[in-house]
């Protein structure tokens, strides 16, 4: 999600785009999302440099401090967007329009490329036995629909959406390649 703090004159992410060619922003995002938000620069011509920080609280601190124009952030700003400190201006990184904010365009909504949604996994060595893949399974999956879980997700602000082992198999090998064949064309990693 990218967001800004209150004060700054962006009130949608359509505005960023009429100053951008002009300005170099201060941003900041960590892992999918400074490359959600470098795909989202490439897509509108806007340059953004790049803040690096050890993770979100330090982040968030440097936005309400005036030091970022933005942050590409992964949950931790809700409770400031809640409280009016910090606008949403962008969703990225998920596949539906998320419930908690439908007013919120999502990155692709606004032409660009975004990254695959976010996942929490549940893996295990390849070649584990059937039976124990089966009971470790079928444990997580009715602990996952318990309604503490969900409450604790919601909580969170995640959503939540069970994928079965054959659509994990066909998915994460892709997101794999979208992965590297975009940090091949950036310039990053082998070849």
């Known amino acids: 999600m990218q967001l800004r ?8 992410i359509q505005e960023v ?3 951008g060619s002009k300005k170099v922003f201060k941003a900041v995002g960590r892992s999918r999302g400074h490359l959600a938000m470098e795909l989202f620069a490439k897509c509108k011509g806007l340059t953004f440099k790049h803040v690096p920080f050890r993770g979100g609280a330090e982040a968030d601190t440097a936005l309400l401090g005036k030091h970022l124009d933005f942050v590409g952030g992964s949950g931790g700003h809700i409770p400031y967007v809640k409280q ?3 606008r949403m201006l962008m969703v990225f990184s998920m596949e539906k ?3 908690h904010f439908p007013d919120i365009p999502m990155q692709k909504d ?3 490329e975004d990254v695959p949604p976010n996942s929490y996994l549940l893996i295990a060595p ?3 036995p059937e039976p ?3 009971k470790v399974h079928d444990a997580f999956k009715k602990a996952s629909e318990q309604p503490d879980f969900q409450r604790i997700m919601e909580a969170q602000y995640l959503p939540y959406e069970y994928k079965s082992r054959a659509q994990l198999e066909k998915e994460v090998p892709a997101q794999f390649e979208w992965y590297k ?3 091949q064309k950036w310039g990053i990693g082998k070849k």
Do not use: E
């Open 17 to 19: 785009f009429y100053c």
């Open 5 to 12: 703090r209150i004060g700054r004159h962006w009130q949608i």
């Open 84 to 86: 009016g400190v910090f």
């Open 97 to 99: 329009r998320d419930p």
């Open 110 to 112: 606004l032409g660009c």
């Open 126 to 128: 390849k070649g584990l």
């Open 181 to 183: 064949t975009m940090l």
């Open 132 to 134: 124990i893949f089966k």
